[in-house]
């Protein structure tokens, strides 16, 4: 039975579960406000008092860069080209590690409010100042393209109002973020995290038992060729391979949870150092966990759906609104299954964009407004706050149409977003945590570099792009993927490109590690061209003694003679245990 989408509707039971998902959200903004210190100083209303334990940062950890883009762009990635996008969990093992015993170290002893506070005590002011506008320019567009990846989805499929629910989510989210600030944001994200990974589940046991149990979904798996081996191809154009999944997404990893404000915000929000080390060690299971999940969504809807077409049902040809199709058809007939899931969907969005909110309004204060108006008064600088959070809430709303025009898939945006802009802050951090020398000027220049590269292979490989097939129907046979306009598989034959080409196809997930490269690389040879900065006059505690990390084997008289850079401040003894 092939329903068609405007049957797809939901039961008042999905609608009752749904409105509960955003009632409870808007209730425990409602609580903090009115409890604790009822959000009076940015010391609660931005850094929730610097009292958190490290279970509830964890899941905001997870919560805050696992949105509806990942529930619904991983499942459309795997049905369209296998698993080869699985490896890039391998990238959480260091990509976890280095934010754990290099980034949180540093940036938690200086006792700082804003990751970007780093950049003036390490550079200048206008280092930090450049920093803080980059990085709102990325988590306005990342906002957006979170906000419209859902409604969007849904649209396709069960035709619901698109700007009904963007508007929904939107106000929602700007209502508990503005009224609770970062303890809100951050025990809803625990609620929500939890809300996501049950509907995924759901979808998961239900889509196995309508396909017919495990067994029949890997036969039809294995025989698609939707289990991709171990892709070694050392081809840097090559989308999705070993290297550019597991060594490009640790680039990626570094520039997410080491030094983007979100996840630092919570680091700092930690009560001691040893919870926000170990809250990083905890986001591991959880995230694998949740790679997981999305991946064997992909699987179960490639067993389903092979050779089949039902692209004429949808409203449009994405593979992103394939997956809402497949969930949809899935619980249609489990009452309740159907709302879960969309509570999934906006659940996951939701505590993506409400920790974006939040840190948005953390960096225009305490990066861009406090500095300007040192005597401003705690109660004025608290309402400024929220102001701003309504004030970014509208603006990604605005953001929302925007990403809409970017193409792609949804995943894919996003991966390119965090790799063209979030690669370049990864560098300037590196260059200044990790190279004494680097001075103010490099830093500028660095960053400068760094950004037009990004912007010029990233826009180059928009603009560039080959057409992909219209829409995938993918074969159960041979794993060939077919373009459903032409009854015959197109087998598409990709010419080597050379020279500029090849730069425009250099795979997104490079950009991180690219970016990150070009701005410590191209920040070095200016520093040493205006002249190098001693290390004994670098603000203490700003650099990491990399080197001495590295050269642990050596005597400390050798290592001082050879670093001779200051080791970090000591971690003052905490005494507290985890939650
Ligand atoms: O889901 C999103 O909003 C962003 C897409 C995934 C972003 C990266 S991929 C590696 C890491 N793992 C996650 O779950 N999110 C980040
Ligand atoms: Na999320």
Request: glycine residues 10%; aromatic residues 12%; charged residues 10%.
């Amino acid at each position: 039975m092939d329903p068609s989408p405007h049957k797809l509707l939901f039961t008042a039971v999905d609608y009752a579960i749904f409105a509960g998902l955003l009632g409870a959200s808007l209730a425990i903004g409602v609580y903090y406000a009115l409890s604790g210190g009822r959000q009076r100083t940015t010391q609660e209303f931005l850094l929730a008092d610097r009292s958190m334990g490290c279970l509830p940062v964890s899941l905001s950890l997870i919560a805050s860069f696992q949105s509806a883009v990942a529930i619904i762009g991983v499942p459309a990635e795997i049905y369209t080209h296998g698993t080869q996008y699985w490896f890039i969990g391998c990238a959480y093992i260091l990509g976890l590690l280095v934010p754990a015993h290099v980034f949180i170290p540093v940036l938690y002893r200086l006792k700082l409010s804003s990751a970007y506070q780093y950049l003036e005590l390490r550079f200048s002011k206008a280092v930090r100042i450049c920093g803080t506008l980059t990085f709102i320019f990325q988590t306005v567009v990342y906002m957006g393209l979170c906000i419209y990846a859902p409604a969007f989805a849904l649209n396709a499929v069960t035709g619901i109002k698109l700007w009904g629910t963007v508007l929904a989510t939107g106000l929602v989210c700007t209502l508990y973020t503005t009224l609770g600030g970062l303890k809100a944001v951050i025990w809803t994200d625990v609620f929500q995290t939890v809300v996501m990974f049950s509907g995924q589940v759901a979808v998961i046991v239900v889509g196995v038992y309508q396909t017919g149990g495990p067994s029949e979904v890997w036969k039809k798996v294995w025989e698609g060729g939707r289990i991709s081996g171990l892709n070694l191809n050392p081809d840097p154009t090559e989308r999705h391979t070993f290297w550019t999944l597991a060594l490009g997404g640790v680039f990626l990893m570094w520039a997410l949870y080491g030094v983007n404000q979100s996840q630092v915000q919570r680091y700092l929000s930690s009560r001691s150092e040893r919870e926000a080390v170990r809250s990083c060690y905890m986001v591991f299971p959880s995230l694998q966990l949740a790679l997981a999940l999305s991946c064997v969504m992909g699987l179960i809807m490639f067993a389903r759906y092979c050779g089949e077409d039902h692209s004429h049902q949808l409203q449009s040809t994405k593979a992103d609104a394939m997956v809402i199709y497949f969930v949809m058809d899935m619980l249609q007939g489990f009452p309740g299954l159907p709302g879960l899931f969309v509570a999934c969907l906006f659940s996951a969005a939701l505590s993506t964009i409400s920790s974006a909110f939040n840190s948005l309004a953390t960096v225009t204060m305490e990066d861009l407004i406090k500095p300007q108006f040192p005597a401003m008064s705690e109660r004025r600088a608290t309402l400024l706050s929220k102001a701003l959070a309504m004030f970014y809430g509208l603006l990604c709303l605005a953001m929302a149409y925007v990403t809409h025009l970017m193409g792609d898939s949804v995943l894919l945006v996003a991966l390119k977003i965090f790799g063209m802009v979030g690669g370049p802050i990864l560098g300037l951090f590196c260059l200044g945590m990790f190279f004494p020398w680097a001075n103010p000027i490099g830093a500028l220049a660095g960053l400068a570099g760094g950004l037009s590269l990004s912007f010029w292979v990233g826009i180059g490989s928009i603009l560039n792009q080959t057409p992909g097939p219209r829409t995938l129907v993918p074969d159960c046979r041979s794993g060939l993927v077919s373009n459903s306009s032409s009854s015959s598989a197109v087998i598409t034959v990709t010419l080597r490109p050379s020279g500029l080409q090849r730069f425009y196809s250099l795979s997104y997930m490079w950009y991180s590690g690219f970016t990150c490269v070009s701005v410590i690389f191209i920040g070095l040879i200016i520093s040493f061209l205006t002249g190098p900065i001693r290390e004994e006059d670098v603000t203490p505690g700003t650099v990491f003694p990399l080197l001495g990390k590295l050269l642990f084997f050596l005597p400390e008289n050798v290592k001082q003679k050879l670093c001779c850079v200051t080791p970090l401040p000591q971690m003052v003894r905490e005494k507290h245990m985890c939650v």
